[in-house]
């Protein structure tokens, strides 16, 4: 490592709070699916910022779209209207089949928003007795960060020593539909679930499993909410991961790729009435809906679609997952995914996957470990068959290896 590698580290660490324990590098330029370090190493991108950038970095159109709209106008608050809110509403709900819209910033912020909204809905519209309210949720969920969102996670390092936390809220296990049939009651207002559990390991629930909480929902006038911040905008081979098995939820929340990683920008969206229940001044964002944040989304929903990322998506994912497939390793023990969104589990006795991960980085592959075991690989959308093949030759040379 050069002094300069090791001052960023080190000053980081000195001042940061340490809330993060990153993999060893310092990036300093990214395009496309490649990133630079400040030595001027190259990287392929398999993390894409938690499928952030699934446009690929610094996508030149989203970039242009940005740089017009910061010489114009960045910032108005929603006191006022501006031009780019309302182009963004309607391209937004073209792209999504979705009745309305409100926007945030970060994809904690649009939880938060679609829990106080269903909340709202429930009391004046289902006609749940006030303070009453249910929302049902999943162990191992992953929803952000936020005081609200954290005190429903089942993972003691996310909620340890954060509390009191809010109630009105019911655990399940993930993938079964029985123990939601049996946690629903009349004052249960929504359930709220990832379509995929992504930092739970990228953990796919079973054939049917969606179809039937959607029947569920619908028999017990609950809002089905899907948390799509991951899963959504073709990451998992379709724009939305509901679309696999052909279900529509009543609430559906976007971010991270919104923006394709310039700006934070999320959404909810609903199919019905319940974002209507909203009246002025009963919520907010300084931010939220900024002519800037909408410029910047309406260009990375434009391309996404425009350069085919997602058929991409699907065409890629399914060569990854193969390829993953056929590494003969005794490391291994699951591999799964659905698009662009893998991940290798790895024997326990192999040792941690922050290892795995670190020797990837000395080969040229930026991936990121979850929960010891399980090494996550999720590039952005714009990958080749040909990068495709050169990030198996390097996953095939370090899984075959023993870190343990
Ligand atoms: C990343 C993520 C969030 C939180 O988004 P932030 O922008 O970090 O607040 C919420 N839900 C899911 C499924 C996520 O992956």
């Known amino acids: 490592m050069s002094a300069s590698v090791i001052d960023f580290i080190a000053t980081e660490a000195r001042f940061g709070a340490r809330n993060y324990e990153p993999i060893g590098v310092v990036?300093?330029?990214?395009?496309?699916?490649?990133?630079?370090?400040?030595?001027?190493?190259?990287?392929?991108?398999?993390?894409?910022?938690?499928?952030?950038?699934?446009?690929?970095?610094?996508h030149p159109k989203i970039l242009a779209a940005m740089v017009e709209q910061a010489h114009r106008l960045t910032l108005t608050s929603r006191a006022f209207h501006n031009d780019q809110l309302a182009l963004f509403y309607e391209e937004i709900a073209a792209l999504t089949?979705?009745?309305?819209?409100?926007?945030?910033?970060?994809?904690?912020?649009?939880?938060?928003?679609?829990?106080?909204?269903?909340?709202?809905?429930?009391?004046?519209?289902?006609?749940?007795?006030?303070?009453?309210?249910e929302i049902i949720v999943c162990a191992n969920n992953f929803h952000g960060r936020t005081l609200g969102v954290v005190g429903f996670s089942t993972d003691p390092e996310t909620r340890g020593h954060f509390g009191p936390f809010a109630?009105?809220?019911?655990?399940?296990?993930?993938?079964?539909a029985a123990a939601l049939a049996e946690a629903i009651t009349p004052n249960t207002v929504a359930f709220l679930v990832e379509p995929i559990q992504g930092e739970a390991g990228v953990?796919?629930?079973?054939?049917?499993?969606?179809?039937?909480?959607?029947?569920?929902?619908?028999?017990?006038?609950?809002?089905l909410v899907l948390d799509e911040i991951q899963t959504g905008l073709g990451r998992t081979g379709k724009l939305l991961a509901e679309q696999h098995e052909g279900i529509e939820a009543d609430v559906t929340l976007l971010g991270k790729a919104l923006s394709g990683g310039f700006y934070p920008v999320s959404a909810v969206l609903s199919?019905?009435?319940?974002?209507?229940?909203?009246?002025?001044?009963?919520?907010?964002?300084?931010?939220?809906?900024?002519?800037?944040?909408?410029?910047?989304?309406?260009?990375?929903?434009?391309?996404?679609?425009?350069?085919?990322?997602?058929?991409?998506a699907?065409?890629?994912?399914?060569?990854?997952?193969?390829?993953?497939?056929?590494?003969?390793?005794?490391?291994?023990?699951e591999v799964r995914g659905r698009g662009l969104m893998l991940a290798v589990e790895l024997h326990p006795e192999a040792g941690l996957a922050r290892r795995y991960c670190e020797a990837l980085q000395g080969k040229g592959i930026l991936a990121k470990d979850t929960h010891e075991h399980t090494i996550r690989i999720a590039p952005p959308l714009v990958i080749t068959s040909d990068q495709v093949d050169w990030a198996l030759e390097r996953f095939a040379a370090i899984l075959t290896q023993d870190f343990s």
């Open 167 to 176: 109630p009105g809220f019911k655990v399940i296990p993930f993938g079964d």
């Open 271 to 312: 199919n019905n009435d319940v974002l209507g229940t909203l009246r002025p001044g009963q919520h907010g964002s300084t931010f939220g809906g900024n002519p800037l944040a909408c410029a910047v989304a309406r260009a990375a929903m434009r391309v996404l679609v425009e350069e085919g990322m997602i058929e991409n």
């Open 203 to 223: 953990v796919i629930p079973p054939a049917g499993y969606f179809t039937e909480v959607r029947e569920l929902c619908t028999a017990n006038n609950v809002m």
């Open 314 to 333: 699907a065409r890629q994912g399914a060569r990854f997952l193969e390829g993953l497939k056929d590494i003969r390793a005794n490391t291994i023990r």
């Open 97 to 133: 089949g979705s009745h309305k819209v409100l926007p945030m910033n970060s994809g904690a912020e649009a939880v938060e928003s679609a829990i106080k909204s269903v909340r709202k809905w429930g009391y004046e519209v289902k006609g749940v007795p006030d303070g009453q309210a």
């Open 27 to 58: 990036l300093s330029r990214g395009e496309g699916v490649w990133v630079w370090d400040t030595e001027g190493n190259r990287y392929l991108d398999c993390l894409s910022a938690y499928s952030a950038v699934s446009q690929g970095h610094c």
